[in-house]
């Protein structure tokens, strides 16, 4: 047992009190939403180091507005929450992969992902996923 | 046929004449690179407009590296490259993600992809990946 937390010890390392996160200048970090079982890729959006506190205590994914300039907990408006399964740090620490359970949809036009924009060589976007909740409906009190 | 075509049109709109991606102030995008079949997210690097224009013309997967201040061409120098399958914008134009056919492994560590380091709520990191080809020869000629 003592020689597994040793082994254990070595292949974790304390990352709140070094550097191992990188930040922008800004104070934040990139960090990518994947639903867990699925693998689809649902949003990327910003976190500084009070959100990722935030999301690792309470479970929920809280990110930053850089527009609104303050703590964006997911689906506190929409109710389309993430449940945080696991958070990932990339190999050199300037990027973040949120494991997570979504809630219904991830992006604010009511798709299930941000990411539903297919560009061809010319430049021209296709739409590829369908919109499952209108936005009125998500955002109405 | 002439319905069908438009539309097509209607659906899609050209980007490279307007604002629908939007660059930082360094003339930078990030782009999420998958694994299309698989699920798996790889890596995250950035590109510029030509870096972008260059992988859908080549169907080959090119970065700006901001280290380096050129065009990487994924997979130069260690030989895993990153075959594009499908280009996607998000909804904000933002983020780009890269569906892609990722020749052996995404990370210079030697694992499939870079998010390998879990972060505890105490802030420490435990090693989730293997590493699948030593960097040594990943990197050598």
């Known amino acids: 047992m003592a020689s597994d937390m040793t082994s254990n010890a070595e292949a974790a390392k304390s990352e709140f009190d070094s550097v191992a996160i990188k930040f922008n ?6 960090a990518i939403a994947q639903q867990h079982d699925s693998g689809e890729v649902l949003m990327m959006a910003w976190m500084n180091l009070t959100a990722i506190q935030e999301t690792l205590a309470t479970g929920r994914v809280c990110y930053w507005s850089r527009s609104r ?4 907990r997911k689906g506190e408006s929409s109710g389309q929450q993430q449940k945080l399964v696991e958070m990932r740090l990339d190999c050199d620490g300037d990027t973040i992969l949120l494991l997570v359970e979504q809630t219904g949809v991830a992006c604010h036009t009511g798709r299930r ?20 909740v209108s936005p009125e409906t998500l955002y109405k009190k």
Chains 1, 2 share one sequence.
């Open 113 to 132: 992902s941000c990411f539903y924009l297919a560009m061809a060589q010319d430049g021209t976007l296709t739409e590829r996923l369908p919109v499952l």
């Open 25 to 30: 200048h800004d104070g934040l970090i990139p």
């Open 69 to 72: 300039q303050s703590l964006w």
